[in-house]
């Protein structure tokens, strides 16, 4: 996985489009890409039970804009716009999440689910995330990556982060100074 995983799920979805020095990279390109992507947030979403279709991944591409285009805003401080906040708010609605009780076998469990068609609920689960880190006043600490022409969002546990990934970004900066320092 190239992509920055393991952020609040609004900025995973927004690392799904990454820069890298071998060239620009979406996850959302193909359609197993996607799926490795879905894999790895099976944990946070429900993955589609069949390998994304076109309209599938044209749906979440459109989705991603309105995030990208909100968080943006709110980074700033600035008030993302009534349409795109709109835009999220639909796709929340679409499939709505409620927990229901379930026996296992054994005992009752809280079962959390969402209406819907496959693709909604993935949606709505995309756009549930973006309204939790839109509506967390933390969203302005959201950083992005240091690392040379790295377009990679974290919202830093620690206020020192630089790199999306120290084994990343971190090493390619260390390695540029290297270079710098004995070419130079
Ligand atoms: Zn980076």
Redesign the pocket.
């Known amino acids: 996985m190239r992509f ?1 995983t393991g952020e609040p799920l609004a900025l995973d979805l927004l690392n799904t489009r990454a820069h890298t020095p071998s060239g620009d990279i979406d996850a959302l390109d193909t359609g197993e890409g996607f799926q490795s992507w879905l894999e790895v947030q099976a944990d946070r979403l429900t993955p589609l039970s069949a390998a994304p279709t076109d309209a599938d991944r044209a749906a979440v591409r459109q989705l991603r804009e309105y995030v990208a285009g909100a968080i943006e805003q709110a980074r700033q401080g600035a008030r993302p716009s009534p349409e795109t906040v709109a835009a999220l708010n639909r796709a929340v609605r679409a499939a709505p999440r409620y927990t229901v009780a379930t026996w296992d076998g054994e005992r009752l469990v809280a079962d959390v689910r969402r209406d819907g068609d496959e693709r909604d609920r993935l949606l709505a689960g995309l756009a549930e995330a973006a309204v939790e880190l839109l509506t967390d006043p933390d969203v302005v600490k959201v950083r992005g ?3 040379p022409h ?1 377009t ?1 969002l974290f919202l830093p546990a620690h206020p020192r982060r630089r ?3 120290p084994a ?2 971190g090493n390619r900066v260390r390695v540029a100074r290297y270079n710098q320092r004995h070419n130079g």
């Open positions: 920055l990556c240091e690392g790295c990679q790199w999306c990934s990343l970004c």
